[in-house]
């Protein structure tokens, strides 16, 4: 031990890095974390927190619409995209020091400086100093990824730099159909803004079930938002303050902002994993790792988006625990990420968890599918043209249910929830037995009695 300077040195102070070092220094490890920006990471800096606030604030536009049928009179509002940004960052500064103050009194202790591998256990530091780890974690996150190189892509920002903007775009051009993309343009549009989304598939959220990518963009396209598909920013010309997007179909759009957010890629760069030897999949790019989080150099690990694996917060945080779990808790834990819930903050938004009706109709024989769209009791009295969807995906064999997919308000909610249900195998009899409760869209989950279409795979000959 009296070759180490510490037991575990991770790289990164994010959700999956921070969640590690306060796990194992509870289990009696000396520990050092290293970030080079903000103690938090993605998540809590420029990513689902400070995103999930401007999702409030925008939902809010609907709100004042929908007053009106609820017999409240409400004077014209106005709306001041500096002070919620303002509001935003101090709340972020808050999260930050609780993440650095429960970092230090868990026993560890943080370095804010950029760490390097010299070896396969030292670390260099931007002071030059150097820190021997006997365990070392791998846990830098990811970043956003523009794709190829175009003309003009110095004009485009990403999903950094859209939280620090000076003023609200009038109009404004999103490239990419994936979560990012679909929630800062329902973002932008409920704050008013003209949006304009560009996507090369043949439709959003790929990845999703088809009923869900179908309902979601009905229902963007619903609020104003023009979605073109099949089609790629090629070309990116400035004039003075407005800039003109040329699309790979030959049409163009103006706006005031151009943002791309078609990928994150795992941030590997410039560590010297060469110098410890350390492997990358050559399938995503990141850290290659197994079960355990383990990399090929046997006491370097990694966890989070750096791995590629399944890029969500609570995914990193639980891969984290598990590490500090298996090294120093003499407990080893794998994580299981199967059926992992998650959700898009589009608006409506969307709540998922298990296998889509595809994924199912390719891995089991009978596939039951049960179905509901129907008017939100709220909409009756404010007028809101939008409907939810409810879907259940279930294997006829066993009744057992396996994906649940939900676009409406609140779908995140109710999808932790059912997580666990279908985490404990649950069967649609269980479902059925369960006790509705009303008012509630929720209800329609143990209401939905017939199936709305039936699949039986042929065996193959």
Known sequence: MADFDVDLFVIGGGSGGVRAARIAAGHGARVMVAEEYRMGGTCVIRGCVPKKLLVYGSHLRHD????????????SATFDWPTLIANKDREIARLEAAYTSNVEKAGAHIVKSRAVFEDAHTLRLADGKRVRAKHILIAT????????????????????????????????????????????????????????????????????????????RAEMEKNGITILTGCTVDKVDK???????????????????????????????????????????????????????????????????VTHRFNLTPVAIREGHAFADTVFGNRPTRVDHADIPTAVFTQPEVGTVGLTEAQARAQ????????????????????????????????????????CHIVGDGAAEMVQVLGIAIRMRATKADFDATMALHPTAAEELVTMRTPTARYVREAAE
């Open 64 to 75: 004042i619409e929908d007053a009106a049928g609820f017999g409240w009179s409400i004077p």
């Open 141 to 216: 996150g990811g970043w956003p990824n523009h794709g190829r190189v175009i003309p003009g892509i110095e004009h485009v920002i990403s999903s950094n730099e859209v939280f620090h903007l000076a003023e609200l775009p009038k109009r404004i051009v999103i490239q990419g159909g994936g979560y990012i993309a679909l929630e800062f343009a329902c973002i932008f549009a409920g704050f008013g803004s003209d949006v304009t989304v560009i996507y090369r598939g043949e439709n959003i959220l790929r990845g999703f079930d088809d009923d869900v990518r179908a309902h979601v």
């Open 239 to 305: 004039h003075g303050s407005e800039y003109t997007s040329h699309l790979s179909n030959g049409s163009s759009v103006a706006s005031d902002q151009v943002m791309f957010a078609i990928g994150r890629h795992p941030s590997v760069a410039n560590l010297g994993l060469e110098k410890a030897g350390v492997a990358i999949n050559p399938k995503n790019g990141g850290i290659a790792v197994d079960g355990f989080s383990q990399t090929n150099v046997p006491h370097i690990y990694a966890v989070g988006d």
């Open 364 to 403: 089991f024989t009978n596939i039951d599918i049960y179905k509901a769209t129907f008017r939100p009791m709220k909409a009756t009295l404010s007028g809101r043209d939008t409907r939810i969807l409810m879907k259940l995906v279930v294997d006829a064999t066993s009744d057992r249910v396996l994906g």
